[in-house]
């Protein structure tokens, strides 16, 4: 029998793909190097976009979902790792030829059909689920009407197949399909919003102007009703509020232009195309600044318990992560310090202003239990692992007011206008960036004319709290 050159050529292709898939090692789960989360994020490529749709049903039973990611290669790859549990996956494809897939870990292996090569673009579309039940560890937060997400700090990976780590920053469009009756909200500006026919799901589509980690994505919904304010420079403020209590809410609200107006004071202009407040009928334990959009607890402005004083700085806590944290973003976990550190001086800085709290007494408390803080937790800069086997819990009181106080103490050395001028070069510096403590160590020292490299030592990485500049009457901490 003779073959054809061409019948020849697709026979000798398919033995070469079968030795070479044959040689291959197992599948194995990778990650990026952080110290804190070892098997987080995937080397060999750099995400570009992220392209999510989801259609929901009710919280009791998993999404449809589609994701495509469009990535540069960073190297050669056989295969390609992505984050991704609690959803089944259906079907992949990698530059539209269907790939083999497979679960190491929390990894999501594929094995595409040609080798990818450094420098090229890849499309990666997967079919999948995502599971809201079980929900405990982040990702899908069930509401009294829906659902809103909370991915801070290695969740998102629970809800949809990605590159989980905030080093790798994308654009994203998000699309969302929801019953009649239900609001679907995400971050970004609205693209569209389709309904076929009255009665029939309608699809909600949004797209981020800026890059995002994708610990800070988000999607409400919900019985919801959305409600539009305008902000400094004509920023577009939407908030996103149960309806039956929008009217309740609506003081709490009105704050948010004056609140942006007071840190673009201090920091320059807002960084994102919109901003807003999303209050959700959940109980999470924690607010967040999940970008153009953070997410509230509504017990927070309902409770009788909580000051007004309080909810006010804990609303501009949340805005300030929107300069940091969202628009620079750390650059490891370790960096963390500089998001929540932040958040926290500027919280405190308000509450200040009020009357309320004042600064230099909450420093002076965090300074009395600052070592407390360190010996539990590991200094700011270098958080202490989790003991094996277990869960690291990242958000401890060293990288709030302990962080804070290291803020504190460096105006205290370098003075205020230094101070105020680093905080402005800073955002403005690495906006839309990742940035991580090294490169805030080094900008801070050109700012001042100072080498500070001694200083942040002591004070970031010591395990006892350095004595405080300017006062020398403070106790708590080490003594000189």
Known sequence: ???????????????????????????????????????LGNPGYDVLSYDLSFTYRANDRPLD???VIKARALADLDRVNLDFTHGKVSSAQVNGAAAEFGTVSEDLVLTPREPVHQGSTIKITIRHTSDPRGAGDGGWVPTDDGLAMANQADAAHRVFPCNDHPA???????????????????????????????????????????PMATELAQVSIGKSTVVHRTGPGGLPIRDVVPTADAERFEPWLAKTPGQVAWLEKRLGRYPFENYGVLIARARTGFELETQTLSLFESVL??????????????????????????????????????????????????????????????????????DQWRAAGG????????PPGQKIGLFRPVVYDGSALVLYALRQ??????????????????????????????????????????????????AKTPAMPGHPEWSGGKRV
């Open 379 to 386: 200094p700011p800069a270098a958080p202490k692992p989790a």
């Open 301 to 370: 402005f309902t409770d009788p318990g909580y000051p007004a004083w309080y909810v006010e700085s804990v609303m501009v806590h949340e805005l300030a992560h929107q300069w940091f944290g969202d628009s620079v973003t750390p650059r490891t976990w370790s960096d963390l310090w500089l998001n929540e550190g932040h958040a926290t001086w500027y919280e405190a800085l308000y509450a200040d202003g009020l009357g309320k709290y004042a600064l230099e007494r909450r420093m002076r408390e965090a300074y009395q239990r600052s």
């Open 1 to 39: 029998m003779q073959l054809t050159s061409r019948l020849r050529a697709a026979l000798l292709t398919a033995a070469s793909l079968t030795l070479v898939a044959a040689v291959l090692p197992p599948p194995k789960a990778l990650g990026i190097g952080d110290p804190l989360f070892p098997e």
């Open 65 to 67: 979902a589609v994701t």
């Open 168 to 210: 790798d920053k994308a654009l994203f469009t998000l699309r969302i399909t929801t019953p009649p009756g239900l609001t679907a909200v995400a971050n970004g500006i609205p693209e569209s919003r389709v309904r076929t026919a009255p009665g029939a799901p309608t699809t909600w589509t949004y797209r981020t102007l800026h």
């Open 413 to 462: 050395r370098i003075g205020t206008s230094a101070f105020e001028r680093l905080e402005r070069e800073w955002v403005a510096t690495h906006k839309d960036g990742t940035a991580g403590t090294a490169d805030f160590v080094r900008l801070a020292s050109e700012v001042s004319g100072q080498d500070l490299t001694g200083f942040f030592k002591e004070w970031l990485y010591g």
